[in-house]
């Protein structure tokens, strides 16, 4: 029979991995008898552990939640996926990076060398994509707060502070669902409620999506924006979001689309180029083979200089299929281009394609 130590370990291996445990599987489990079962759950409720008995045919034992975490045991994979999630934790921006970086100090300070090894050779370093937007953080007390309203379908009554004016921010939080207020310099407007549906992130930020019960309408909130107020509101009954998937509402949100999940410019090309050569930098566009060095581009951007200038990334002859919109923003930037070349300047430089300058 193995040291009572060992065995108290290896019965609280066992209760964590499922909710109930009939008494004479876990003594088949540790190859010891029913009544060394009884003592081995004394001595863990001893140590804290709330492990309570059920009754029935297959009477047994459950290890519930408690008022306090009480010490728990992990498995070799699952120690590992801890301190990969903790070491990715510091690049949440949820106000806990500290709290991780302490968590995961504290759990290798006890793996073992062997783990230890492994967690040592995975090191992680969270680079975000350039951008002018400043970083915000976001009280992770804040955050349990919206995950909680959520999740207990409770009107939220909050403040919202809204963007200073001049910021040069892109369409963002509140101003892309069209709820943008006339305050600015991140003063709080008027207090807001709203139903909260979903709390998600996207390009490193924080974003509440709820119904505002004012503005009847759906509503894109930054978290980082937001200061709860007590006590909450009455229960509600969730809504469809459009198109019935969060993460195709956000996405169309933030590309201006109305909640149609398209950008506001499409068109459609033809590049002198592989299918398989093109495929690999549209990350949002569809790319169809017509022929040896030759492919069909269908992709879409905020407005048609962008999106010109994307398609004009690759080094390839383009034919333009349509819309005429596209062709007339080809020969815009043509003309800019061209007058850049020439050493002009002022708007649209240069002369018409196909007319010789004077």
Same mark, same amino acid.
């Given at each position: ?21 009939? &008494? ?18 004394? $001595? ?7 492990? #309570? ?8 034992? $459950? ?7 009480? =010490? ?7 120690? #590992? ?11 949440? &921006? ?10 995961? *100090?504290?759990?290798?300070? /006890? ?5 230890? *090894? ?5 090191? #992680? ?10 970083? /915000? ?12 309203? /959520?999740?207990? $379908? ?10 200073? =004016? ?14 943008? @207020? ?5 003063? !709080? ?7 909260? *549906? *979903?709390?998600?992130?996207? &390009? ?26 007590? !006590? @909450? ?8 979001? !459009? ?17 149609t999940g398209d950008w506001p410019c499409q068109g459609e090309v033809i590049l002198g180029l592989p299918a398989a050569e093109v495929s690999r930098y549209v990350r949002d566009g569809l790319v169809e083979e017509l022929g040896p060095g030759r492919c069909r581009l269908v992709m879409g951007s905020w407005s048609w200089p962008a999106l /010109? ?14 819309? !005429? ?10 003309? $800019? ?12 430089? &240069?002369? =018409? =394609? ?5």
């Amino acid at each position: 029979m193995p040291k009572t130590s060992a065995r108290l370990l290896a019965l609280l291996s066992l209760l964590q991995t499922r909710r109930d445990w009939p &008494g004479a599987l876990l003594a088949e489990r540790l190859d010891i008898s029913p009544r060394t079962v009884r003592r081995d759950v004394d $001595r863990l409720r001893e140590l804290g552990y709330p492990i #309570v008995a059920f009754k029935g045919p297959d009477g047994g034992y $459950r290890l519930e939640a408690g008022t306090e975490l009480p =010490p728990l045991l992990f498995d070799d994979e699952q120690a #590992v996926a801890l301190t990969i999630a903790l070491q990715m934790a510091t690049g949440t &921006g949820a106000g806990i990076e500290e709290a991780a970086a302490r968590a995961l *100090h504290t759990i290798r300070q /006890v793996m073992p060398a062997r783990l230890r *090894h492994r967690i040592d050779t995975f090191q #992680v370093t969270a680079v975000g994509r350039p951008t002018s937007r400043p970083d /915000v953080q976001v009280d992770s007390g804040v955050l349990m707060t919206l995950s909680a309203a /959520v999740h207990a $379908r409770e009107v939220l009554r909050f403040d919202y502070a809204h963007a200073a =004016p001049g910021t040069g921010l892109s369409p963002d939080a509140d101003a892309a669902s069209g709820g943008g @207020s006339a305050s600015g310099g991140g003063e !709080p407007g008027p207090p807001r409620r709203a139903q909260p *549906h *979903h709390l998600v992130t996207w &390009g490193g930020r924080w974003y509440l999506i709820a119904w505002d019960l004012d503005r009847a309408d759906w509503r894109t909130f930054r978290a980082d924006r937001i200061t709860p107020r007590t !006590p @909450s509101g009455p229960r509600f009954t969730p809504r469809e979001l !459009p198109g019935g998937d969060v993460a195709g509402y956000v996405t169309s949100k933030f590309r201006g689309a109305g909640g149609t999940g398209d950008w506001p410019c499409q068109g459609e090309v033809i590049l002198g180029l592989p299918a398989a050569e093109v495929s690999r930098y549209v990350r949002d566009g569809l790319v169809e083979e017509l022929g040896p060095g030759r492919c069909r581009l269908v992709m879409g951007s905020w407005s048609w200089p962008a999106l /010109v200038a994307a398609i004009g990334r690759f080094d390839a002859d383009i034919e333009v299929v349509g819309p !005429p919109e596209l062709k007339d923003a080809f020969a815009r930037l043509a003309r $800019r281009y061209a007058g850049a070349a020439a050493g002009q300047s002022g708007p649209d430089a &240069g002369p =018409p =394609p196909g007319q010789a300058a004077r």
